[in-house]
């Protein structure tokens, strides 16, 4: 992967890189398995760019990590270009290899896309869900795309099916905190981590609540946790309360994200058309 600048100020070509967001890590790597290239002449940091200069920036080639195991099954693909690929994720699968899980993680499934695509690209994960929830994962193709993602801001909104009859919509401001008896689960607690929930009620009954989330923090297992706290856990979810007979996940889908392009600079919008959460909503 490479990038092509034309400069239009005189500076250190060391300051070009820090104000185009290239890690120290990254130029590192540059350093030792990739290139920097001023008008056909390969440099150090250390040359100073002149107006009308002509660089080239060769990001090295990555290795994936030794305990991936590309694991080849069809993914679902929401975009992809260059530099990023948006997935769907289904229940029951995780982001990445946990001591419960070794493997048929997302990430390996996505390597092995990669792979049979015949790039040297390596997968790195931008945005997580947990095992059971479903929905849209971003990832990038380098490490120096995953950088310039961590500096992005992202809008995520969830879709969610909860017990009970909830409000139209409200906002939720309750710290979250580890609980003390579990490594897995979270409590709402005055001495844990800010977290703020948005949500908007779509549809309800009696019974159960369709609910459309955004998170403006994001805290681990936040939606479930603080939809728990007010009394509507998530359908399905018996780590926070909301056991039934007939799902034993819970009914928790990430079905839009929205951000602007690291590179591009456009604005991306994808949106998950495989809701399943309306269709298993409209059965109960």
Do not use: W
């Amino acid at each position: 992967m490479k990038f092509v600048y034309r400069i239009f100020r005189n500076e250190m070509l060391k300051d070009f890189l820090h104000r185009h967001l290239y890690s120290r890590k990254t130029i590192s790597a540059i350093k030792n398995n990739g290139a920097l290239v001023v008008n056909n002449e390969h440099v150090t940091v250390r040359k100073k760019l002149t107006e009308g200069d002509e660089l080239v920036v060769c990001l090295p080639q990555e290795q994936p990590s030794f305990n991936l195991q590309p694991y080849h099954s069809p993914l679902t693909i929401l975009f992809e270009d260059d530099y990023i690929l948006i997935v769907s994720k289904s229940a029951n699968q995780n982001i990445a290899p946990s001591r419960e899980h070794l493997h048929q993680s997302l990430v390996e499934q996505v390597l092995a896309y990669l792979q049979q695509s015949f790039t040297r690209y390596v997968p790195h994960i931008v945005t997580r869900l947990d095992r059971n929830t479903s929905g849209i994962v971003i990832f990038t193709k380098h490490g120096y795309i995953h950088h310039l993602m961590s500096e992005t801001q992202i809008d995520k909104r969830y879709l969610c099916i909860c017990m009970g009859k909830v409000q139209d919509n409200g906002i939720i401001k309750a710290p979250i905190k580890r609980h003390p008896d579990s490594i897995i689960q979270r409590m709402v607690d005055p001495t844990g981590k800010y977290a703020e929930t948005h949500f908007k009620c779509l549809a309800s009954t009696d019974n159960f609540s369709l609910c459309q989330v955004k998170l403006l923090t994001g805290r681990t297992h936040q939606i479930r946790v603080h939809f728990q706290h007010i009394g509507h856990p998530l359908v399905g979810d018996g780590l926070y309360g909301g056991i039934t007979s007939r799902y034993h996940h819970q009914l928790l889908q990430c079905m839009r994200v929205s951000f602007t392009h690291p590179i591009t600079q456009q604005i991306i919008t994808i949106e998950d058309q495989t809701d399943k959460l309306t269709t298993i909503y409209n059965m109960l």
